[in-house]
């Protein structure tokens, strides 16, 4: 396993995507444990125009004590690779990335609005942001893409183990009482129980991290922005 960084190189087709995914997931560090009390975060989110011909790409970094925005950037674009289910992260990575190199502050943990390990091929957006970039990083999601799990807890804090093919791969959290529940799953040099702790720690007051709600919001603002 490495730390990275890795350097990005976008794929021709379909057929080098998945080679890409499957050589670069065994570089993945899925252990950390990462850090415990990261005083910046960052969210990483993408918003796409109807048509689905252009995107804007949103990183905000966050002071982890009072979840204040310290930084932020946008990168507006159009997707860099096809609709493939499972291969989102090409489709995104490159406007990331661009968004990622205009901060003035260095984030010590990304939160991807994505999955990292709970993924078909165990190499989600969360793996590959955390490879590229050499950071710390976790996958938060709203729905699963792989797995099975049973119901946890109605309390904050309650979780069960995400499961596909028999490998825990993630964990179904309750970040509020008798809400939704997210899918949380490591990207890179994280430990997943780290990983949680970090989510919750994100959620004081809403179902979805400040980072994934702000980020959110500023992707959502850059491309109402874009004429046409």
């Not at 890409?20 to 570089?27: A, D, G, I, N, P």
């Not at 950390?32 to 990183?59: I, N, Q, S």
């Not at 406007?95 to 999955?115: N, S």
Request: hydrophobic share 45%.
């Amino acid at each position: 396993m490495t730390a990275g960084p890795v350097r990005y190189v976008p794929p021709a087709d379909v057929t080098e995507a998945l080679r890409v995914q499957e050589e670069l997931r065994s570089r993945v560090d899925l252990v950390g444990p990462g850090p415990t009390a990261p005083t910046t975060v960052a969210g990483l989110d993408v918003a796409y125009a109807e048509r689905g011909d252009r995107l804007a790409a949103a990183v905000t970094v966050l002071d982890a004590a009072t979840l204040a925005v310290v930084d932020q950037a946008v990168s507006v674009g159009r997707p860099a690779f096809g609709y493939v289910p499972g291969l989102f992260a090409f489709r995104e990575l490159p406007a990331l990335l661009a968004a990622l190199e205009r901060l003035t502050v260095r984030p010590e943990l990304l939160v991807c609005d994505g999955h990292g390990l709970a993924h078909p091929r165990r190499f989600g957006l969360a793996c590959h942001l955390g490879l590229v970039t050499g950071l710390p990083a976790i996958g938060v999601a709203k729905t699963p893409l792989v797995g099975q799990w049973a119901p946890p807890g109605p309390e904050r804090g309650a979780w069960s183990a995400l499961r596909d093919g028999g490998e825990v791969v993630g964990r179904v959290l309750r970040t509020r009482d008798g809400v939704k529940p997210v899918f949380v799953s490591v990207g890179h040099r994280m430990s997943l129980d780290n990983a949680v702790d970090r989510v919750l720690a994100l959620c004081p007051r809403y179902r979805l991290p400040e980072t994934t709600r702000t980020a959110d919001r500023l992707c959502r603002e850059a491309l109402a922005a874009v004429p046409g």
